[in-house]
């Protein structure tokens, strides 16, 4: 399968600090992307280069096999909203979609009429003036109705309450469905992504973690409990993202590729939060203890 | 990408329109009254002697009646903010609000590359800011039209006297007239756009914009428009130098009406500068007759050493200035290009 996003050893640089390094990825076509991560990690970054709205200062970055942001055409298959969807505030929604129709050849102007209406949306109303939740759905339908292939939204849901949060998603889900796009969003909370995406991405510190279909990635991992024992001590093709110990018992989240056969081990399935946030701490313990022996070596 | 220009920009363009209007009412106003007090002056049809006197007898008239002085003055301020206010307003949001409400990451993810958005944003307001100054200008050259018909008669360049009405040559009305107005305008609106691309906020954009524009307005006049071409050179008797004999430096050019006198000094019969009235005659000075110095210094071979461009170089100056802020204003805009083009948002 095509990938929509090719990279290799990509990396952003803002003055001296790496806001995201040795970035190597192939997201195939036809999937909705899950982009996770703390605050911080990196992620509007990697989505800016993937937009073109930043040139990676290492590796590179191919998005539907083009240079992002090179060239109208480039421009016209990849749809962005941008976090907390900017909109101008002056221009009522009627500006807003005539903008989207003067500005892109492919502008679908039945789509975006419909949604408007769907949504309820005045089109005389200034945009300044629109809630959150329609302003993100404002900013949906441009980025939709210029028929992109790829759709690409920085944390969509971030400022949208409970309820606006899941028509958004509910909402952005129809559309994929409808013209049958790739998808990227991000999120630095997993449990928005757990119902839409079957392709997750972890950035944390500037950092892939781990990145997979859904599927995989819960077949993949385990979680095991035991009686107390030193995860040194695990045969090979075990890999330990977390572990955690009490007195008399280990309990491990493993990576591998078969299955666990130790019967000391008890092993259950892992729930797709539990595998992101073993990463999260994983890569925070990291950098504990890089920070510790940086003290030490003071 | 027009469209969407024009609709950004609207209540500006309105603003700007509203504003042209007004002075333009204001010159209609006043325009055919002052054109019918110069007809009535005299200066028409007059030969020989009789025009410097009629002229000055039309300016002397003009500075004491009601609105005139008050209108020169108000037209030539407002040709000379014109341009600042562009920049500051035009100019410095241009890019620097995107930036700063974030609404790039909208525009730029068009169908349309950015480099095409800002070509079409640039040309667009750049051209109105540019069409609006001269407009300015070219109305209210109009207006004083009779104004500098009567200067010229008076053959003063840069001249002041009593009256607030000034020479082509003067520092204000040289830059408010023919084609600067369009070079200043083009220049302020390219350097608003460039502030605001690099220090990526409006307000302070603003404000480095008015310093900027405003620290050239004043430099031009003072430092750089004097050496644009190089300036003649003559030496002349000190009677006819109309010598001001406070500093010894001349108040006319002779021989050479209307041209712009830059510096003038005496220098003695050896040929050597002198900034002070030699001893001998400055009893003469203070004496009972005040215009003897000037027969006193002609006798001890006192002369009067005058730089200055003559009147005929008005359009090669207008071209050359107004040439120069072009320039700088396509310089600007490469910077803006190559700022977006660089893709640090």
Same mark, same amino acid.
């Given at each position: 399968m095509r990938a929509v996003i090719e990279t290799d050893g990509l990396g952003k640089r803002y003055r001296r600090r790496w806001a995201l390094t040795d970035c190597t990825l192939s997201v195939p076509a036809g999937h909705v992307v899950g982009l996770v991560g703390p605050n911080g990690a990196g992620k509007t970054t990697l989505l800016s280069l993937v937009t073109g709205l930043l040139a990676p200062d290492a590796g590179t970055i191919e998005v539907l096999g083009g240079t992002p942001g090179a060239g109208q055409a480039q421009l016209a298959r990849v749809g962005f909203l941008a976090q907390d969807a900017p909109?101008?505030?002056?221009?009522?929604v009627a500006d807003h979609l005539k903008l989207g129709a003067r500005l892109n %050849? #492919?502008?679908d102007a039945e789509l975006a009429r419909g949604r408007v209406d769907r949504l309820d949306?005045? %089109? #005389?109303?200034?945009?300044?003036?629109?809630?959150g939740g329609q302003r993100a759905q404002l900013a949906l339908t441009l980025a939709v109705a210029k028929r992109p292939e790829l759709l690409v939204l920085d944390e969509p849901v971030a400022s949208l309450d409970p309820l606006a949060r899941r028509e958004f998603l509910a909402d952005l889900m129809e559309a994929v469905a409808e013209h049958e796009l790739s998808v990227v969003l991000s999120s630095h909370l997993v449990a928005d992504l757990e119902r839409v995406c079957d392709y997750l991405i972890v950035l944390v510190g500037s950092r892939v973690r781990v990145a997979g279909p859904v599927d995989e990635l819960l077949a993949a991992h385990h979680l095991l409990t035991g009686p107390r024992r030193d995860p040194a001590t695990l045969p090979d093709g075990l890999e330990v993202v977390s572990a955690s110990h009490t007195d008399v018992q280990t309990t491990l989240l493993v990576r591998t590729?078969?299955?666990?056969?130790?019967?000391a081990w008890t092993v259950s399935e892992v729930a797709l939060e539990d595998l992101v946030l073993a990463y999260m701490s994983q890569a925070a313990g990291r950098r504990r203890r890089d920070h510790h022996h940086l003290e030490v070596q003071k | 990408m027009i469209w969407l220009t024009w609709r950004q920009f609207r209540v500006q363009a309105f603003t700007a329109a509203a504003a042209l209007a007004a002075f333009a009412i204001l010159l209609a106003a006043t325009g055919p009254h002052l054109a019918s007090l110069y007809a009535a002056s005299g200066i028409t049809g007059c030969h020989g002697g009789t025009c410097g006197v009629a002229a000055s007898d039309f300016l002397s008239r003009l500075a004491a009646t009601g609105p005139y002085p008050i209108v020169y003055l108000l037209g030539i301020g407002l040709i000379l903010v014109a341009p600042a206010i562009v920049g500051i307003f035009?100019?410095?949001?241009?890019?620097a609000r995107e930036l700063e409400t974030r609404t790039f990451t909208l525009a730029w993810n068009q169908s349309i590359t950015r480099t095409r958005w800002l070509l079409v944003k640039l040309t667009l307001t750049g051209l109105a800011a540019m069409a609006v100054t001269e407009a300015l200008s070219l109305i209210y050259a109009w207006w004083a039209d009779p104004i500098g018909k009567a200067i010229g008669l008076l053959g003063l360049g840069d001249g002041s006297s009593s009256h607030p009405f000034e020479g082509q040559f003067s520092s204000v009305i040289f830059a408010t007239h023919g084609i600067t107005p369009l070079g200043y305008a083009a220049f302020a609106f390219a350097l608003g756009t460039a502030t605001g691309a690099l220090i990526r906020r409006t307000v302070p954009a603003m404000a480095v914009t008015l310093a900027i524009f405003a620290a050239a307005q004043v430099a031009m006049p003072l430092g750089v428009r004097p050496h644009l071409i190089p300036s003649d050179r003559t030496i002349v008797t000190i009677e006819s130098a109309g010598l001001d004999f406070g500093n010894l430096t001349a108040t006319v050019v002779p021989g050479q009406p209307g041209a712009w006198l830059i510096s003038s000094s005496a220098i003695n019969a050896a040929g050597q500068p002198v900034s002070d009235l030699p001893a001998a005659c400055q009893a003469a000075f203070s004496g009972l007759k005040p215009s003897s110095p000037g027969a006193c210094l002609e006798s001890h071979g006192f002369r009067e050493v005058i730089a200055y461009e003559p009147a005929s170089r008005y359009w090669p100056l207008q071209g050359i200035e107004t040439g120069i802020f072009l320039a700088l204003a396509l310089a600007l805009a490469g910077f803006c290009f190559w700022r977006l083009g660089r893709r640090r948002t």
């Amino acid at each position: 399968m095509r990938a929509v996003i090719e990279t290799d050893g990509l990396g952003k640089r803002y003055r001296r600090r790496w806001a995201l390094t040795d970035c190597t990825l192939s997201v195939p076509a036809g999937h909705v992307v899950g982009l996770v991560g703390p605050n911080g990690a990196g992620k509007t970054t990697l989505l800016s280069l993937v937009t073109g709205l930043l040139a990676p200062d290492a590796g590179t970055i191919e998005v539907l096999g083009g240079t992002p942001g090179a060239g109208q055409a480039q421009l016209a298959r990849v749809g962005f909203l941008a976090q907390d969807a900017p909109v101008y505030a002056r221009l009522s929604v009627a500006d807003h979609l005539k903008l989207g129709a003067r500005l892109n %050849p #492919g502008w679908d102007a039945e789509l975006a009429r419909g949604r408007v209406d769907r949504l309820d949306l005045d %089109p #005389g109303q200034k945009a300044g003036t629109l809630s959150g939740g329609q302003r993100a759905q404002l900013a949906l339908t441009l980025a939709v109705a210029k028929r992109p292939e790829l759709l690409v939204l920085d944390e969509p849901v971030a400022s949208l309450d409970p309820l606006a949060r899941r028509e958004f998603l509910a909402d952005l889900m129809e559309a994929v469905a409808e013209h049958e796009l790739s998808v990227v969003l991000s999120s630095h909370l997993v449990a928005d992504l757990e119902r839409v995406c079957d392709y997750l991405i972890v950035l944390v510190g500037s950092r892939v973690r781990v990145a997979g279909p859904v599927d995989e990635l819960l077949a993949a991992h385990h979680l095991l409990t035991g009686p107390r024992r030193d995860p040194a001590t695990l045969p090979d093709g075990l890999e330990v993202v977390s572990a955690s110990h009490t007195d008399v018992q280990t309990t491990l989240l493993v990576r591998t590729s078969g299955p666990v056969l130790d019967p000391a081990w008890t092993v259950s399935e892992v729930a797709l939060e539990d595998l992101v946030l073993a990463y999260m701490s994983q890569a925070a313990g990291r950098r504990r203890r890089d920070h510790h022996h940086l003290e030490v070596q003071k | 990408m027009i469209w969407l220009t024009w609709r950004q920009f609207r209540v500006q363009a309105f603003t700007a329109a509203a504003a042209l209007a007004a002075f333009a009412i204001l010159l209609a106003a006043t325009g055919p009254h002052l054109a019918s007090l110069y007809a009535a002056s005299g200066i028409t049809g007059c030969h020989g002697g009789t025009c410097g006197v009629a002229a000055s007898d039309f300016l002397s008239r003009l500075a004491a009646t009601g609105p005139y002085p008050i209108v020169y003055l108000l037209g030539i301020g407002l040709i000379l903010v014109a341009p600042a206010i562009v920049g500051i307003f035009w100019g410095a949001p241009l890019i620097a609000r995107e930036l700063e409400t974030r609404t790039f990451t909208l525009a730029w993810n068009q169908s349309i590359t950015r480099t095409r958005w800002l070509l079409v944003k640039l040309t667009l307001t750049g051209l109105a800011a540019m069409a609006v100054t001269e407009a300015l200008s070219l109305i209210y050259a109009w207006w004083a039209d009779p104004i500098g018909k009567a200067i010229g008669l008076l053959g003063l360049g840069d001249g002041s006297s009593s009256h607030p009405f000034e020479g082509q040559f003067s520092s204000v009305i040289f830059a408010t007239h023919g084609i600067t107005p369009l070079g200043y305008a083009a220049f302020a609106f390219a350097l608003g756009t460039a502030t605001g691309a690099l220090i990526r906020r409006t307000v302070p954009a603003m404000a480095v914009t008015l310093a900027i524009f405003a620290a050239a307005q004043v430099a031009m006049p003072l430092g750089v428009r004097p050496h644009l071409i190089p300036s003649d050179r003559t030496i002349v008797t000190i009677e006819s130098a109309g010598l001001d004999f406070g500093n010894l430096t001349a108040t006319v050019v002779p021989g050479q009406p209307g041209a712009w006198l830059i510096s003038s000094s005496a220098i003695n019969a050896a040929g050597q500068p002198v900034s002070d009235l030699p001893a001998a005659c400055q009893a003469a000075f203070s004496g009972l007759k005040p215009s003897s110095p000037g027969a006193c210094l002609e006798s001890h071979g006192f002369r009067e050493v005058i730089a200055y461009e003559p009147a005929s170089r008005y359009w090669p100056l207008q071209g050359i200035e107004t040439g120069i802020f072009l320039a700088l204003a396509l310089a600007l805009a490469g910077f803006c290009f190559w700022r977006l083009g660089r893709r640090r948002t």
